[in-house]
């Protein structure tokens, strides 16, 4: 049987109107506790596609943690990444999807607890990084909502008893440690141990006397331990799921992912949607490389001009690499000839190597289309031995060769001895990403903690074509135009 605002929306309809409806009442409110999990039916696509969204705005919060960026500069990049990855608008959004943005939120926090509790480090990291997101939430939200909110739980603090708001000594003490507060709140000192360490409450028979404009960390403190029970016990239940091939890789590849510091990156198979339309041809890598390559990929690039050949790994990560930069079949087999110059014969390049450079273009064999490795995948597989070249350097040089290969490689450009610090203090994190990000922002004049368009680098695709972006934007700005290379530039043979 319908209800009455049942019929009133048909009766609407049958006469032409149009009607649009948000059913909040599922999710009353912007913040959430995450106590229940989600009992939709979810599709794998909605299941990997919200958890890599979460993932992507969680990441640029570890990124800014690491990089020691100010609170307000945190809240501009959550809300910036959160515009674009997980929008969560309030109530009187009646044009918005509410339910669905809300739905979103709720089934990616719940699948990426799955991924990330698998162990101590990760759960750390993860308690952090989501009590950090719901914290900016809780002070960017609508003051009447987030009244509501609070009003709808239980945190258990107690309001001053009638003797102890007419006891004059006990608010006497109390307007001592916080001057000029009118109103406090009681619960016990465990917690709120970030207050008591930093002496902003009164403390008595074991309560802790919090002032009306603490009440905040109440909140936050309940959220970081519910949240660290509640991933311990997802812990003991996982081992469930071990049989389930569909989601344990996807659990994996995110787990993965934000062990390594960064978000899932996208996959890039050609040029499109990352070039500047602009044909690139072998003869303009050098000063391509000099310009706008990422440490990995200048370092394979030095490699090769000096020694006139790469191992199996470097000429894979380097070739699938120039793939996407735009470097076509017939020109990566000039290169690449050229690059190896006369230490091989035609014949012997012909048969040792040029079926494999068309086969990564998808020309050969089984005619896979293969992407260009991410920052993801040059940390974590194929880690380089002797002689070997592939990899990040900043994962895999010691400290003293990083230092002395990034002041060689671009110093040209403007890195100095001054910016090394914060670029060590992140690699010694194992936040190699945010290092390179650093790099990136120094060596093209942009802002501290702005990055790739507010993110961080998790690609080398991704920092080659915004490198290339801005130098043609810059060219555009001064009027000058790119002219041809001339043939006596040209690779030498």
């Known amino acids: 049987m319908l209800g009455s605002s049942s019929r009133d929306i048909q009766r609407k309809k049958a006469h032409g109107g149009s009607v649009k409806t948000h059913d909040i009442h599922r999710y009353p409110h912007r913040l959430n506790f995450y106590d229940k999990p989600p009992l939709d ?46 929008p969560l608008n309030s109530n009187s959004a009646h044009l918005q999807d509410i339910n669905g943005q ?22 750390r990291r993860f308690v952090k990084v989501e009590t950090s997101l719901f914290r900016v939430r809780y002070e960017l939200d609508d003051s009447i909502e987030r009244k509501s909110f609070l009003e709808s739980r239980d945190f258990g603090w107690l309001t001053l008893s009638e003797d102890e708001e007419r006891n004059k000594s006990l608010l006497n003490d109390l307007r001592i440690v916080n001057p000029g507060e009118v109103s406090w709140y009681k619960v016990k000192w465990t917690r709120v141990p970030d207050l008591v360490e930093k002496r902003r409450v009164y403390l008595k028979g074991g309560w802790a006397y919090v002032p009306l404009k603490e009440q905040s960390s109440i909140v936050f403190q309940e959220f970081q331990t519910r949240l660290q029970i509640a991933l311990e016990q997802t812990a003991k239940a996982l081992p469930r799921l071990d049989e389930d091939t569909r989601l344990m ?4 590849h995110l787990g993965q992912g934000f062990l390594s510091g960064m978000s899932v990156a996208s996959e890039y198979t050609s040029a499109e949607g990352l070039g500047d339309g602009e044909e690139v041809r072998a003869e303009m890598i050098d000063e391509l490389a000099a310009k706008h390559w990422p440490m990995c990929m200048h370092h394979l690039h030095d490699s090769l001009r000096r020694d006139r050949h790469l191992k199996h790994f470097g000429r894979l990560q380097y ?37 494999n450079i068309r086969h990564s273009y998808g020309l050969e064999g089984k005619r896979t289309n293969y992407a260009a490795y991410t920052c993801q995948r040059i940390i974590t597989q194929n880690q380089p031995g002797p002689q070997e070249c592939h990899g990040c350097p900043y994962r895999h040089f010691s400290s003293d060769r990083l230092q002395t290969a990034l002041l060689a490689t671009y110093g040209p450009q403007g890195l100095g001895a001054a910016d090394l610090p914060e670029i060590l203090n992140a690699v010694k994190q194992e936040h190699f990403h945010v290092a390179c990000t650093k790099v990136f922002e120094v060596t093209h004049n942009i802002p501290r903690g702005q990055g790739l368009d507010g993110e961080s680098v998790t690609h080398p695709n991704q920092y080659a ?20 290379p001339k043939e006596e530039d040209a690779m030498a043979s």
């Not at 509790?117 to 759960?123: A, H, I, K, V, W």
Request: charged share 40%; hydrophobic share 40%; aromatic share 10%.
């Open 41 to 86: 039916d979810i599709t794998l696509d909605e299941f990997e596609r919200f958890a890599i969204d979460r993932l992507r705005v969680l990441s640029e919060i570890e990124a800014s943690l690491v990089r020691n960026r100010t609170y307000e500069e945190l809240k501009t990049i959550v809300k910036t990444q959160a515009d674009k990855y997980l």
């Open 249 to 252: 890789p996807i659990l994996e």
């Open 102 to 123: 809300r739905r979103k939120d709720h089934i990616g926090h719940f699948v990426l607890r799955l991924a990330f509790c698998r162990s101590e480090e990760l759960r």
């Open 319 to 355: 070739g699938l690499f120039l793939k996407v930069v735009g470097l076509s079949v017939e020109e990566a087999v000039v290169f690449w000839r050229k690059a190896f110059g006369g230490r091989l014969t035609d014949d012997k390049f012909n048969k040792e190597y040029k079926y």
């Open 465 to 484: 074509a915004k490198s290339r972006e801005l130098e043609k934007a810059k060219q555009e700005a001064s009027g000058v135009t790119k002219t041809e």
